[in-house]
């Protein structure tokens, strides 16, 4: 039995990430096989509640009020219409429903108790109910909790390094402290980064180390290919390269063995060969529906066919929390 580690060493991670491709990627099958099912993906479907204006620097962002972007800005939804998108996502089959905001943080107002209230009602349709919402309070957290939310999402991206040249609206340790009073308030946690900001490979392995380190490992690990958008910094970043996911993949698989690996952002730039590759490497989520928060993603009947393609089946209800170690 494969141990489940908190002390890989930045080198241990970085000669994981360098193994020849073909071998890395029949480790981390090896690892995903022991410790999940390798046949089930788990499904999730972005709601974007409010989009764009936010007052954050984040360089790869849409939505950043400080970038001349296409995005279309737009004040929280109501209630009703997020449950009407509930019902849409629970009859396409997703099990979890995660609702975005474009906020540097969460206010008590009005705004918050919307969202609560929302929690609540696609909760009751039992679904599992994810936000991300920018830096949260241990008490805001606790009151999500108290509404029903199943996991937050707050990503730390990339190194604290490289972090300094992406954001500097706010710091690493920011994010940190959201993450713990997230996981303080008993709710599952999904954290992890983008590659393709320009970052070496050090700076990914960082990363990796710093999830890894963590006394409870992250329930779910998103790992994001920018999709560079025009009017941000990095409007021309190339694309990433297949292989570069295929490794951050199998490498996060390998590292926090019992996480979900959620395939996210980036995969209407990839081929399906290329995805088969990922979930090969351990991948065993993704974001379905043609709309991430505010870019294309591929269409969802597509991505059923892609699952009929490999031979994998949507899980219904993934319990994330399966006495994570
Ligand atoms: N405002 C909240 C926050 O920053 O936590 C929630 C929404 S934010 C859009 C969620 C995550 O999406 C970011 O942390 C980042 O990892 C990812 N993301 C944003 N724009 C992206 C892009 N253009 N390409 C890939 N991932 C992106
Ligand atoms: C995450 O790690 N990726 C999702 C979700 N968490 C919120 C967001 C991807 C956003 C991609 C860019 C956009 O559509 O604006
Ligand atoms: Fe705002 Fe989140 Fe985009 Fe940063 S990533 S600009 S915090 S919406």
């Known amino acids: 039995m494969t141990e489940v580690r908190h002390n890989w060493t930045v080198e241990e991670i970085l000669d ?38 936010c007052v954050e620097d984040c360089s790869y962002c849409a939505q950043s009020a400080r970038y001349n ?19 849409k ?19 008590d107002n009005s705004d918050f108790e919307r969202v609560l209230e929302m929690v609540r009602g696609v ?12 830096m949260i309070s241990e008490t805001q957290a606790q009151q999500l909790a108290d509404a029903g939310l199943y996991a ?16 500097t609206t706010r710091s ?19 954290s992890g980064g983008i590659i393709g900001l320009g970052e070496t490979v050090e700076d990914r392995v960082n990363m990796l180390k710093t999830l890894s380190s963590m006394e409870i490992h992250p329930e779910s690990v ?29 490498t996060t698989r390998i590292v926090i063995p019992q996480t979900v690996v959620r395939l996210s952002a980036g995969r209407a730039q990839m081929s399906l060969e290329g995805q088969a590759l990922c979930f ?9 529906g043609d709309k991430l928060l505010t870019t294309p993603n591929p269409d969802f009947n597509a991505d059923m066919e892609m699952f009929k393609i490999f031979g994998l089946t949507p899980s219904k209800s993934v319990k994330e929390v399966h006495s994570p170690s």
């Open 123 to 134: 909760n009751e349709k039992g679904m599992e109910v994810c936000c991300t919402l920018g």
């Open 222 to 250: 998103p790992i994001n290919a920018l999709v560079p958008v025009a009017g941000t910094p990095l409007e021309n970043q190339p694309l990433v390269p297949i292989w570069d996911m295929v490794r951050m993949i199998a």
């Open 172 to 190: 690493y340790d920011d994010r940190l402290d959201t993450i713990h009073n997230v996981r303080k308030a008993n709710i599952s946690v999904c």
């Open 89 to 107: 996502a629970l009859a396409g089959g997703a099990s979890r429903l995660c609702l975005g905001a474009a906020w540097r943080e969460v206010k």
């Open 280 to 288: 090969m490497a351990g991948a065993n989520s993704i974001f379905a």
């Open 16 to 53: 994981v990430y360098n193994t020849p491709l073909l071998e890395l990627v029949n480790r981390a099958q090896q690892i995903h096989r022991e410790f999940n099912n390798a046949g089930e993906v788990q499904v999730s479907s972005l709601l974007s509640i409010k989009t764009g204006g």
């Open 69 to 87: 972007t296409d995005v279309e800005v737009m004040k929280l939804m109501g209630v009703s219409q997020v449950l009407a998108a509930a019902d």
């Open 152 to 167: 937050y999402n707050h990503n730390i991206d990339t190194s604290e390094d490289s972090y300094k040249k992406i954001i």
